[in-house]
């Protein structure tokens, strides 16, 4: 339904590709590698193996719950588990505060394996030198060691430079006691070997440069492509007064915000068959027919407007995905929306104001950061932070007045990598 692929130029895959197995891979092992996704993609959000999040830490769960086939009912539909009265998970579920944890229906009974094998198997990584221990630490270790070897790199260039001077002068030296005739030295912007070398340098740092801006290529910035049926935010969420979670109910309990299907556009076009409002103005200034977009609407759902009935299956319609991060960031919906009640309008600007959507946020690794350096969370009465004893207590003493998304981790790499 929605195009996911368009404008991903290949060249920046591959070398996000490089870059990714380079800095990411380290030290994965590759047979827990599906079950560690599986539970990164799924269960991350919620989970960790040897630590409480937002739910209990995974380690020795199959211990816990002894009955396998009562633990994969339970990871693939806890509601199904808690409304069997099933005593264990009841008292859990009341432990936890009541606190849902998602369904997750599409789950094979391999994959739901893969997970618990990743569970079973998962050691915490070794801390770097230096200490620290959290699973981020191999991974800066890594970039540290990039940014040391570009520095060694630097280190020998210079040195290099300095040893050519000396070796230079030390001829000219041994020629003059020689007696030989020695030519005046060659001034260094018209050496060969120097205008070679800066040459080399230059296309390195060039390199870093064009590829950094391949990076930047995909970002999309007032990205607003024609869509097939005009849908106007402004009347449904604007006009109407529409609550965004009627179609993009998603954003409340999982990753994806979703956009709705055809269907839910029928709850209300059954009957809105044709376009009264105020008129609306495409880009290039022209008015729209917009009674002639709800019979695309129709069109799409199979429904007769004139017959009031379905006639055919229709076809689903093929939305242009707008907002798209790259698949090596793990971005979820709940976790802002819900968890850190972070408005809409916040990151999609004031898209009730808007006919077509427009991509106003960056979606720049910088852009994610920055906003969890700055916001403060709402830490006292939010029951997604109990967990963080320490930082209770500091507020209690005083010796500290705010918790920004930062001090809970939300600028280490592996809560945004996978
Ligand atoms: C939205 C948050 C959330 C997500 C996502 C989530 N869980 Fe949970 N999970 C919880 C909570 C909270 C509990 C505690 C019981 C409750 O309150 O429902 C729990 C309990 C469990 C338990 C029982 C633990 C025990 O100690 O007996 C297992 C097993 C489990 N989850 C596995 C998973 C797996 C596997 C995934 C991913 C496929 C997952 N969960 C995704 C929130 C979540
Ligand atoms: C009546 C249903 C409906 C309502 C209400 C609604 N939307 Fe949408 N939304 C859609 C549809 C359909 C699309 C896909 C077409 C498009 O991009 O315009 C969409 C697309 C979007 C997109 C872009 C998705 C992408 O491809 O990246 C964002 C962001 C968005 N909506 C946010 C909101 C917000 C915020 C609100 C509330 C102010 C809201 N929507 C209310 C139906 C709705
Ligand atoms: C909750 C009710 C409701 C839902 C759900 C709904 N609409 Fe609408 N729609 C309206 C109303 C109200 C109008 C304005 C009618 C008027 O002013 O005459 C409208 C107008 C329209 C128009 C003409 C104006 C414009 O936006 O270009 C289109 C096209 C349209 N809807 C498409 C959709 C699509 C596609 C969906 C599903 C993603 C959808 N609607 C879902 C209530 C709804
Ligand atoms: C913290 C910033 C943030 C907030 C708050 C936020 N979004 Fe998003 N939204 C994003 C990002 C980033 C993406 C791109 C996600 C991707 O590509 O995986 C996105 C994508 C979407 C999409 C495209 C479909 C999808 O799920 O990928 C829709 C629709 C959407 N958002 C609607 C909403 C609605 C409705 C709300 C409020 C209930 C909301 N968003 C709140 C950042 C945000
Ligand atoms: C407008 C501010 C804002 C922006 C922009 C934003 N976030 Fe967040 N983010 C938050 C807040 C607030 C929380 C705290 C929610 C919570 O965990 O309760 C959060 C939490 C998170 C977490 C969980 C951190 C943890 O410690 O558990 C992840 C992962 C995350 N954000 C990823 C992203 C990514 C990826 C982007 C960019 C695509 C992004 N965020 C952009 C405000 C923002
Ligand atoms: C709050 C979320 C967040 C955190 C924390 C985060 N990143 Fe990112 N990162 C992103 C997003 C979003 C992108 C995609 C940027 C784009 O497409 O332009 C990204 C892109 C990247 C890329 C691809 C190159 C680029 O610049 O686009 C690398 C490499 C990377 N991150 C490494 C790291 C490392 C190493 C850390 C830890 C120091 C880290 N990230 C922490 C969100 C995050």
Redesign the pocket.
Known sequence: MIDQGVQRPIARGTL?SV??IT?LSFGNKLSAQDGQKLFNDNCGTCHKVDKDLTGPALKGVEDRVKDKKLLHAWIRNNQAVLASGDPYFTKLYNDWRKTPMNVFPSLTDEEIDAILKYVREYKAPVAAAGGGNTP?DG??GE?DNMILYGVLTLILAVVALVMLGVNSNLKKLADDKDGLPSHEPIPFYRNKTYIALITVILFVIGGVFVSKGM??L??RKNYEPVQPIFYSHKVHAGTNQINCLYCHGGAMESKQASIPSVNVCMNCHMTITEYTGAPIYKEDGTELDATAEIKKVHAAAGYDAAKKEYTSEGKPVEWVKIHN??D??F?SHAQHVKAGKVQCQTCHGEINNMHEVKQVAE???GW??NC?RETKVDFVDNKFYSIYEKYHNEIKNKTRDSVTVSDIG????Q???Y
């Open positions: 996000l870059l990714l800095l981020a991974k800066m970039s990076i930047g995909d970002r991060l790259p090596h960031v971005f979606l720049s690794m994610c950061v969890h939300g600028t280490e790499c809560k945004c990598h």
